[in-house]
């Protein structure tokens, strides 16, 4: 029997809902924030900390310190805080079968972190920036002047340091040839 | 809107707008500037940090196709936070010519034109070479590789006094020891009476009057207003400011004045169609390396941010000038993801193998930047609200600059013994750029100089054609990449105009300078 335009418009649509449920963009719609991280203070953090030691394994800190990345008004990660949290668990059930991803060895977790970043194009963008939100809090230390960025030996805020910490002795073994007497070529 | 009336106003406060602020307050006249950054005290506030907020207060980015400027919003523009390079233009900047061979620089600029001034600049900025002990580590190891390869390389020169190597240049001198122009230029320009008013935007000039034939001379108090420029406040609720002036300076900056002239083009339609185009920005390459067990350590951290050492030895050859680079932790992690050659590219971007690549950078790391006579072939342009954009037309000439330029810092790191470590440009969100991109903070160029009206937007003594008392100082004004950093030449060139101007309008002033006379020989042709 035809079916009128309808519903047919009405199939079309559930069948691509259907489709794209298995996506990133609408799972984050459906489930911004799922019930597991919910009611459990703190958890959604724990999770997201130990994402970022996964990535940044020498970062160092409270809990706090670690996410707090991701809450920063300066990145636009917040609104994907908790999906993100929760995708990370997702992922541990369905690959070891854990209910929580920062329960896994490094390891498990280094694997469920490539498992988002071969995701489709969205999970690939989620997983890539929250890296490299990572990696910029961690190493550069941009929450702590004065701490600095201790997992690459950065000092951080100073006085200033001694001539021998700036330069080596003897100058000439290093320099070449110039090519103007005053560093301002013709 | 409050109507405030004035001799001069001069827009913008950085290297383009503190020398004529400075000359003309000097010579007696009154002079208003207007920043549209908020104010700074050098003593107070800048910080040792990398505190986004903090970074971003004071220097904002315009990411386009193709190309992503930064620059400061701040008083003094970018003094506060350049890493204190001030050299001057090679001659090979200025003989650059343009696709058809016509010389990119007016007849009557150059490097010799413009020595004395640069002598003014850099006694002004105590700008001195750095000395052989002085070097920071990573510079001299630099030096060691060009050494070996029988390259020659330069001391370079910088605006400092009493650097104490704390490496944070670039987010400003918590020391004074950084020559900006906090230090300098605009306190003595208040002191010689001029009025600075932070926080404060110009939206838009208007002429006052449709007399554009008779070139402005004499005394100002005998000119009456010819320009009225609206200004709005960045900060809070204030209330906006008209101001009505005989002289108008253009010193915000090549995206500051670009964005300024495009939006008055309605009301000033005889402005060209070069306003916002011919954007130069020194080409910049960089490639990596770690450096041979047989070189000594470098430091990336420690010591002022630019490491000491320039190389000229390929500004023929290639165009560039190459020097080391001394990144903050900040700009390296949001810059590139950093894989060691032989790295999975994939996946060695991030984990265990990659912290403990970047346990070694510090010392380990040598990163090598070139800046290059590039093309003048980006654009500014205003988006339907008026905000500035950019977009750089990357032809196969240009790619095969880049192309060249990175197997040429290649060429030198593998042949010193180092191991390249790839590097994969970010965008904010640190997806890697996939096509060819430029960043920069020494774009130029947006309201170029030129000999006629047909080739640039003012002339060589800094007038807008066709709109007499209505100047630009800034880097706007310069016509071509220059291989070294920009500050230098645009202070210099500042001073140039400022003196111009000054000797046009000297009290009982008659005649311009014979300098300023020779290169106004268009205002006596126009019709």
């Known amino acids: 029997m035809p079916i009128t335009r309808r519903q047919l418009l009405c199939r079309a649509g559930v069948l691509a809902g259907v489709l794209a449920a298995g996506c990133t963009p609408l799972r984050m719609a459906f489930r911004p924030s799922p019930g597991q991280l919910h009611g459990e203070g703190g958890t959604a953090d724990r999770v997201l900390a130990a994402f970022v030691r996964t990535v940044a394994p020498r970062a160092a800190g409270s809990t706090e310190d670690l996410v707090r990345v991701f809450d920063d008004p300066q990145y636009p990660f917040a609104p994907y805080r908790a999906f993100f949290a929760s995708d990370l668990c997702r992922r541990a059930e369905d690959c070891f079968g854990a209910t929580r991803f920062d329960s896994l060895t490094a390891e498990a977790r280094a694997r469920i972190v490539e498992d988002g970043l071969h995701g489709d194009a969205v999970a690939r963008r989620l997983y890539g920036g929250a890296i490299f939100l990572a990696q910029v809090a961690v190493y550069a230390g941009i929450y702590d002047d004065v701490r600095g960025g201790r997992a690459i030996n950065f000092d951080g805020a100073n006085n200033g340091f001694a001539p021998e910490a700036l330069t080596y002795p003897v100058p000439e073994w290093y320099l070449p040839a110039a090519s103007s007497l005053d560093g301002n070529p013709n | ?527």
């Open chain 2, 1 to 527: 809107m409050r109507v405030v009336k004035t001799d001069v106003l001069i827009v913008g406060s950085g290297f383009g707008a503190a020398a004529p602020a400075l000359r003309l307050s000097q010579a007696g006249h009154q002079v208003i500037v207007v920043e549209k950054g908020p104010r700074i005290d050098p003593f107070r506030d800048f910080r040792q940090t990398q505190d986004p907020a903090y970074i971003r207060r004071y220097l904002k980015g315009l990411s386009g196709e193709r190309i992503n400027l930064t620059y400061a919003e701040a008083l003094g523009g970018g003094s506060g936070f350049y890493e204190m390079v001030s050299l001057r233009a090679p001659s090979a900047a200025f003989r650059q010519t343009d696709t058809r061979g016509r010389r990119l620089w007016p007849k009557t600029v150059d490097r010799a034109a413009l020595d004395p001034w640069y002598d003014l600049a850099e006694t002004m900025l105590h700008v001195e070479q750095i000395a052989p002990a002085d070097v920071p580590k990573t510079g001299l190891v630099f030096a060691r590789m060009m050494r070996e390869l029988g390259y020659s390389c330069d001391r370079a020169r910088y605006a400092v006094r009493g650097c104490v190597g704390s490496g944070f240049c670039v987010t400003g001198c918590v020391f004074a020891a950084k020559q900006s122009l906090l230090l300098n230029y605009l306190p003595q320009a208040e002191a010689a009476g001029a009025e600075i008013r932070t926080s404060l935007e110009a939206v838009s000039i208007r002429p006052l009057t449709d007399d554009r034939e008779a070139p402005l001379r004499g005394s100002l108090r005998v000119i009456p207003c010819r320009y009225e420029v609206r200004c709005r406040p960045t900060q809070g609720s204030g209330e906006g400011v008209v101001f009505r002036a005989r002289l108008v300076v253009l010193g915000g900056g090549t995206v500051g004045t670009a964005g300024l002239l495009l939006r008055s083009k309605r009301e000033m339609p005889l402005l060209g169609r070069h306003v916002g185009g011919h954007v130069a920005f020194n080409g910049s390459v960089k490639a990596a390396g770690i450096l041979p067990e047989r070189l000594p350590d470098g430091d990336l951290f420690t010591g002022r941010s630019h490491p000491g050492m320039i190389s000229y030895e390929f500004l023929e050859s290639h165009g560039v000038t190459i020097s080391a680079v001394k990144p903050l932790p900040l700009q390296l992690m949001a810059g590139a993801r950093l894989i060691p050659e032989g790295g999975d590219p994939s996946r060695d971007w991030w984990g265990e193998r990659h912290a403990a690549f970047l346990g070694q950078i510090r010392t380990r790391l040598m990163i090598l930047y070139a800046i290059g006579m590039t093309p003048p072939a980006a654009r500014i342009t205003l988006d339907k609200e008026g905000h500035p954009h950019v977009h750089l037309q990357v032809d196969g000439a240009l790619s095969t600059y880049a192309q060249s330029v990175k197997q040429l810092l290649e060429s030198i790191l593998r042949r010193s013994g180092c191991r390249l470590v790839h590097a994969d440009l970010v965008r904010a969100d640190g997806t890697p750029y996939s096509d060819l991109h430029f960043f920069t903070t020494h774009q130029v160029g947006s309201c170029r100089m030129a000999d006629d009206p047909d080739r640039g937007v003012v002339d060589p003594s800094g007038e807008v054609f066709r709109y007499p008392g209505l100047y630009v100082t800034d880097g706007a004004v310069i016509p071509s990449s220059l291989a070294v950093n920009n500050s230098l030449t645009i202070l210099a060139n500042a001073e140039r105009i400022a003196a111009g101007i000054v000797a046009r309008h000297s009290a009982g002033a008659a005649v311009a300078s014979a300098e300023a006379e020779g290169s106004r020989s268009h205002v006596a042709a126009r019709p």
